[in-house]
Nanobody, 126 residues
């Protein structure tokens, strides 16, 4: 069984920064690609960023590229999402997710992820 626990969400003013963390337990974290997704009220959950199992390759959605950075520390079994220049439209519940296949490619698609955290709320005020 895999457990993912997000933290670091909160209320911030537009233009501010937050760093989300996702702590993984239950298996060998370092072999699996990870992703961040978000869901705003009334919207479907959408892709934010993804990182390869070794951390060498990343990608992000166009709406956050240049502002958000995904990274991981395999020694700490943790993946991060550094969010800078936050905008009110970034307000959402943010979820981290793990793919179920070791050494798989990173993915933009929710269906490719087998394990999900409970989410952390990010609210950006204008």
């Amino acid at each position: 069984q895999v457990q993912l626990v997000e933290s670091g969400g909160g209320l911030v003013q537009a233009g501010g920064s937050l760093r989300l963390s996702c702590a993984a337990s239950g298996r060998t974290f370092s072999s699996y690609p990870m992703g961040w997704f978000r869901q705003a009220p009334g919207n479907e959950r959408e892709f934010v960023a993804t990182i390869s199992w070794n951390g060498r390759n990343t990608d992000a959605a166009g709406s956050v590229k240049g502002r958000f950075t995904i990274s991981r520390d395999n020694a700490k079994n943790t993946v991060y999402l550094q969010m800078n220049s936050l905008k009110p439209e970034d307000t959402a519940v943010y979820y981290c997710a793990a793919r179920g296949s070791p050494y798989a490619s990173r993915s933009y698609y929710q269906a490719d992820y087998d394990y999900w955290g409970q989410g952390t709320q990010v609210t950006v005020s204008s």
